[in-house]
């Protein structure tokens, strides 16, 4: 009888522990990256790393994300492109991801920060602005918005 009752324990801590990890889809980094006039992100200026990292409650773990205004506003900018070069406008950019219908971007492909790279944006008439800076942050907005510790404003395209 306290046998049956060890194996009845044991298999309903496997039972619980499959129940909770079945839960916890952010386990597993799906892949997820961000296209022009694809709708399915949110959170529009939010840091979404907050969520979308190793451990964290989002689905799939960005390498770069971040959220575009339209110039002097506080409002989304669809379609943009965000690049990321070694040097300002030397060779070809490293990744080239696009900017979204609700002006975000995201992607969990692999970057090569090697030292640092130089993000640039390319706004709907083909401008590119570079960032005067290198970063191996890929959590644009955790600078660029809203959020606490903000030093920078917004992406800002035109
Ligand atoms: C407060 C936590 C949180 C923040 C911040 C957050 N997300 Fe998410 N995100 C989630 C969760 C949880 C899900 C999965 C459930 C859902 O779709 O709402 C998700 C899902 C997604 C999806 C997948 C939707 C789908 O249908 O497959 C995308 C794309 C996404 N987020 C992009 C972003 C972007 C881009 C940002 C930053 C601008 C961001 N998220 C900020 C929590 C967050
Ligand atoms: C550590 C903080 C920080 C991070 C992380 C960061 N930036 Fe910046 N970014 C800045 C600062 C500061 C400026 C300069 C703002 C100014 O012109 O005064 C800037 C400027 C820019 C500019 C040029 C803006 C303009 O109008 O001149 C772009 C584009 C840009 N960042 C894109 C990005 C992208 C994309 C990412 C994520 C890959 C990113 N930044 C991550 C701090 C940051």
Redesign the pocket.
Do not use: D, E, K, R
């Given at each position: 009888m306290k046998k049956l009752s060890v194996v009845i324990s044991i298999l309903a801590v496997a039972y619980i522990s499959s129940i909770i990890t079945g839960c916890e889809e952010a386990e597993w980094n799906e892949p997820k990256v961000s296209y022009h006039d694809d709708d399915e992100s949110h959170n529009w200026g939010m840091n979404c790393m907050d969520c979308h990292r190793r451990g964290g409650p989002g689905e799939g773990w960005f390498t770069?994300a971040?959220s575009v205004a339209k110039l002097g506003t506080n409002e989304p900018y669809p379609n943009a492109t965000?690049e990321?070069w070694e040097e300002i406008g030397v060779g070809s950019p490293v990744a080239i991801i696009e900017v979204d219908a609700l002006g975000n971007f995201y992607t969990t492909e692999p970057i090569n920060w090697g030292d640092g790279l130089y993000?640039?944006?390319i706004s709907q008439n083909g401008e590119r602005?570079?960032?005067?800076?290198k970063?191996m942050?890929?959590?644009?907005n955790?600078?660029?918005f809203n959020g606490e510790g903000v030093?920078?404003?917004p992406?800002?395209a035109k």
């Open positions: 770069v971040g965000i990321m993000p640039a944006i602005i570079f960032m005067p800076y970063t942050i890929g959590a644009c955790s600078c660029h030093s920078a404003p992406i800002w």
